[in-house]
DNA sequence: GCCCAGGGATGCG
DNA sequence: CGCATCCATGGG
């Protein structure tokens, strides 16, 4: 991918394996707006401002490595999407997704966010965070910044209800009281399995949305979250009415391997588009 | 009014 | 272990 550096500014040249809108829209992140062909994108405390058209993207940020990093922009897709559109179940989710990239977002972030995710919708999830950000987080002038985790630390039960989290106020309170931000350097630095496990013993957290925070906060690829779309697509794939999602984490993990992140992505942002039943 | 949403916790066998 | 049931709440 050709990409030119400026200060506060990445151009990218090459606009075939990066779709600023699929990016977007395919889940992996909720504090963004689009409006024709330009974008903002919050994640921490920081923003970046994207325009594009068929040619070139610009993003437009005092903080172009953190953005770099975040659209995974070392990554060479192609290379990606060539093993596996071998795969014939693969060929047409990721011709419609082909823009389609993984992003690389803060841990803790993810984590809060995937906590909310779980058994709602998309909309109702953005403005959650969103009521989080401007209650808690700093006031950046143009938008609030995801509050830090002592920040969240003063919210209470009450307050992530008036959030709409509904029956996971409880747990997301009880998270946020035991986590702390020396978990997040362990973390990083841990095996897969580790993380996992610890994952798992944080309130809010089961296999799904663990698997979420790994491929989406911890740059863990080799995960493939099975959430109700990915149920549909794996019944409608192999004509059965399972709800077995453990046995299905487990077929679809061996069968891509390492890429099973990138796969579950071209899958879910291709079935859920197309309505499948 | 009903069904669903990027599921998880809990209890029971 | 596997399985069933319950859980808030807004959008479609």
Redesign the pocket.
């Known amino acids: 991918m050709k990409i030119k550096k400026e200060k506060d500014r990445l151009i990218i040249l090459d606009t075939q394996d990066f779709d600023v809108v699929q990016t977007l829209n395919?889940?992996?992140i909720f504090r963004f707006v689009i409006n024709g062909n330009e974008a903002l994108v919050y994640s921490k405390d920081k923003c970046a401002k994207i325009d594009w058209d068929k040619n070139k993207i610009e993003i437009n940020t005092k903080d172009i490595d953190y953005f770099y990093n975040f659209f995974d922009l070392n990554t060479d897709y192609s290379k990606i999407k060539k093993i596996l559109k071998e795969d014939e179940l693969l060929s047409s989710a990721i011709d419609y997704g082909a823009g389609i990239r993984i992003i690389n977002n803060d841990a803790y972030e993810i984590l809060i966010s995937?906590?909310i995710?779980?058994?709602?919708?998309?909309?109702?999830?953005k403005?959650s965070i969103e009521y989080l950000c401007s209650h808690f987080g700093k006031n950046m002038g143009n938008y609030y910044a995801f509050p830090t985790l002592d920040e969240l630390k003063k919210a209470t039960i009450k307050d992530y209800?008036n959030a709409?989290?509904?029956?996971?106020?409880?747990?997301m309170y009880e998270t946020v009281q035991k986590l702390e931000i020396k978990d997040f350097n362990r973390l990083i630095k841990m095996p897969k399995d580790e993380q996992y496990k610890f994952l798992?013993s944080?309130?809010?957290?089961?296999?799904?949305?663990?698997?979420?925070i790994m491929?989406?906060g911890l740059g863990v690829k080799d995960v493939?979250?099975?959430?109700?779309?990915?149920?549909?697509v794996y019944n409608n794939i192999t004509n059965t009415k399972t709800?077995?999602?453990?046995?299905i984490t487990k077929e679809l993990t061996n069968k891509y391997k390492e890429l099973s992140g990138y796969a579950?992505?071209y899958f879910?942002?291709y079935y859920?588009d197309n309505k499948l039943k």
């Open positions: 395919c889940g992996q995937f906590i995710s779980a058994n709602n919708n998309i909309k109702r999830i403005n209800k709409g989290l509904g029956y996971r106020a409880e747990q798992l944080l309130k809010g957290i089961g296999e799904k949305v663990a698997n979420c491929l989406f493939f979250p099975v959430d109700t779309w990915i149920n549909k709800t077995d999602r453990k046995k579950q992505q879910f942002y859920r």
